[in-house]
């Protein structure tokens, strides 16, 4: 511990009584015992209710505030005693007052905390911490914990983080265009090894493009070792750190979109997505299959529902996590059946089911989402879906059948795995999203939570994330 070097009349005024008293209790009080230590620290802090400016509209759609209080007292803080640093991994909400804190500081062998205080010199004064008293913590503060014999102290910078965006706010950006021709017919984004690929279909090919991440930077046009065919596009998903596609009749594998090796020959009709160990496709006859060993062989999945509900267009599958069971998956499509054959759909047909990989487990079916809740997907075109944090998002072109949709006009969202969908104010497109008047883009979630759209009419690249999705998770406080 730092010696002390300066110590204010008030400690002198503290120790001495604390001596005097000891001294004239006697042998017959029983504190012959007192013991005054030269260690301490500070061993935990923690917040009360604090204050917390509200931002909300009013019936007009005027903006006004209201000033709200919770209980700051779930906010861990994490004690750092080897660099003497105290502070909240998970920051407070965004408009928090934090210039009238109160706090509460807990100290080892009694230690004495002292606030310390700069004048406009950069002059130290030192006043004793009082529960009672608030602290302004705009800044960090240094606080001081004194040895009860009065020795030595430690002292600590402490930080109260507080959020500076909204949580549930979604913030779009652009990044660099996308340099494939315009038109496309089909456009279709993965990502994989920290870059973006695109592929794109002209009519007659499939070509490849790729940008790093996390930025979407340095597009280029990747060489590809063999031809892929117009229908590659549709059939694009990662799996096992690895593209896979179906190209001139075989499935085809790549680990970074330029060298393909062949897989074996497509015994299915299309790729949709994969899960934990599986992946999953939409077979010859329409209905689901899955592969276990990377697309060499392939199981027909079983169906709990009418198979003509079976979507075979703009399908999408997510998976999201199985509550209490981190060994089982939910895993959801959506898509649209044919227009042709079903001119008169309006919604979207979505398909669940669950993936147990523990020893032993059940074999599960698909089961068809299609209650007639008046909260179901709309039938748009280029339907995508995917997931996003702890929901689902979908969106899309023009409505399609009897859907009378508005293209890219809304995010819609699902947090019961595609059960129900809903507009949500957190999520939404972004502000002066112009594709051309083209309804093929391409749109996918990277590892970082930022869903990226890939404009097929205009070449633009929007990237976009809930504030909330990239902050870190709460981290465990330690003490000592």
């Known amino acids: 511990m730092e010696r002390m070097k300066r110590i204010v009349r ?14 004239c209790l006697g042998d017959d009080t029983g504190y012959d015992d007192l013991v005054y230590y030269s ?5 935990s802090f923690s917040l009360e209710t604090l204050k917390r400016t509200m931002w909300t509209k009013s019936s007009t759609g005027e903006d006004s505030s209201y000033v709200d209080e919770f209980d700051a007292g779930g906010y861990k803080f994490y004690i750092d005693q080897a660099k003497r640093e105290i502070y909240n991994p998970d920051s407070l909400p965004v408009g928090t007052d934090a210039a009238h804190v109160l706090c509460t500081v807990g100290s080892k062998n009694s230690g004495v905390v002292i606030l310390v205080h700069k004048d406009v010199e950069g002059n130290d004064s030192l006043a004793y ?11 960090p503060r240094e606080f001081r914990v004194y040895a009860n014999d009065g020795s030595a102290y430690r002292s600590y910078k402490v930080s109260v983080n507080v959020h500076k965006e909204n949580p549930d706010s979604f913030n779009w950006h652009k990044a660099a265009q996308c340099p494939a021709p315009r038109p496309m017919a089909y456009m279709k984004a993965v990502t994989l090894g920290g870059r973006l690929f695109v592929f794109g279909e002209d009519g007659a090919a499939t070509s490849v493009y790729s940008a790093a991440l996390p930025g ?23 799996a096992g750190g690895a593209l896979y596609t179906i190209s001139g009749g075989n499935i085809i594998r790549s680990a970074d979109g330029s060298a393909w090796t062949v897989v074996a020959p497509a015994a299915v009709e299309r790729l949709i997505g994969a899960g934990r160990e599986k992946i999953y496709a939409v077979g010859a006859d329409g209905m689901p299959a899955a592969s276990a060993d990377g697309g060499a062989t392939w199981t027909a999945e079983g169906i709990v529902g009418d198979g003509a509900m079976m979507p075979v267009g703009d399908v999408s599958l997510a998976c999201m996590p199985f509550d209490g069971d981190a060994a089982s998956e939910n895993v959801i499509i959506a898509g649209n059946r044919g227009l042709a054959a079903h001119p008169e759909d309006s919604v979207a047909m979505v398909w669940s089911k669950v993936e147990e990989y523990a020893a032993g487990s059940h074999a599960h079916s698909w089961m068809f989402c299609g209650e007639d809740n008046g909260c179901r997907l709309p039938r748009l075109s280029n339907l995508v879906m995917a997931a996003c944090g702890d929901v689902l998002v979908a969106f ?3 409505g399609l059948g009897t859907s009378t949709a508005k293209p890219f006009s809304q995010m819609y969202v699902s947090s019961d795995n595609g059960l129900t969908w809903h507009a949500d104010a957190s999520y939404y497109m972004p502000d002066g999203f112009d594709n051309g008047g083209s309804d093929v883009f391409a749109a996918t979630v990277d590892g970082d939570n930022y869903v990226w759209i890939v404009c097929g009419g205009t070449g633009d690249v929007w990237r976009g994330r809930l504030n909330r999705l990239g902050w870190d998770g709460d981290r465990t406080s330690f003490t000592e």
């Open 129 to 139: 911490y009082v529960s009672t008293d608030s602290i302004d913590f705009t800044e």
């Open 39 to 43: 260690d301490t620290a500070i061993t």
């Open 10 to 23: 008030p400690f002198v005024i503290l120790f001495s009584s604390i001596v005097l008293l000891a001294s």
């Open 396 to 398: 899309g072109g023009q």
């Open 216 to 238: 979407g930077t340095g597009w280029t046009e990747v060489a590809t070792d063999m031809t892929l065919d117009a229908g590659a596009s549709h059939s694009v998903i990662t």
